[in-house]
């Protein structure tokens, strides 16, 4: 499926790229679900136990692990970590 690049304008952009809808912590295996995350920073090496991203094909995300300080850009509906801590940051699409 091809990817639409010029989805977002640039502002809605620039908002989602800086977590201007916000931040969320998750230093546990609590499901995260419901939120527009856009990009996950790993705090400490982590392995997702899910990792789905409306936008990606291809293997699952999960079952390895990335090293603290990774960064990982998409657009996560659902995150649960096996182990580890991530800083998910969210925003609100607005198509242009």
């Known amino acids: ?8 304008n640039v502002k809605a952009a ?4 800086l977590g201007q809808a916000g ?4 230093t ?10 856009y990009a996950i920073q790993c705090l400490t090496d ?6 789905t991203d409306a936008g990606a094909s291809g293997d699952a ?3 390895f692990t990335l ?5 990982i850009y998409g657009e996560f509906t659902a ?14 699409p607005s198509p242009v």
């Not at 620039?14 to 790229?17: D, K, R, T």
């Not at 609590?30 to 527009?36: C, D, I, M, Q, V």
């Not at 982590?46 to 990792?51: E, M, N």
Request: no cysteine; aromatic share 8%.
């Open 28 to 37: 546990g295996t609590t499901a995260l679900s419901g939120l527009n995350v």
């Open 23 to 26: 931040t969320v912590v998750e």
């Open 79 to 92: 995150i649960t970590l096996t182990s580890g801590s991530i800083r998910a940051y969210t925003g609100t």
């Open 14 to 17: 620039g908002n989602l790229a």
């Open 67 to 71: 090293v603290a300080g990774s960064i």
């Open 46 to 51: 982590t392995i997702f136990a899910t990792l």
């Open 1 to 8: 499926m091809a990817k639409d690049y010029q989805k977002y």
């Open 61 to 63: 995300m999960t079952g």
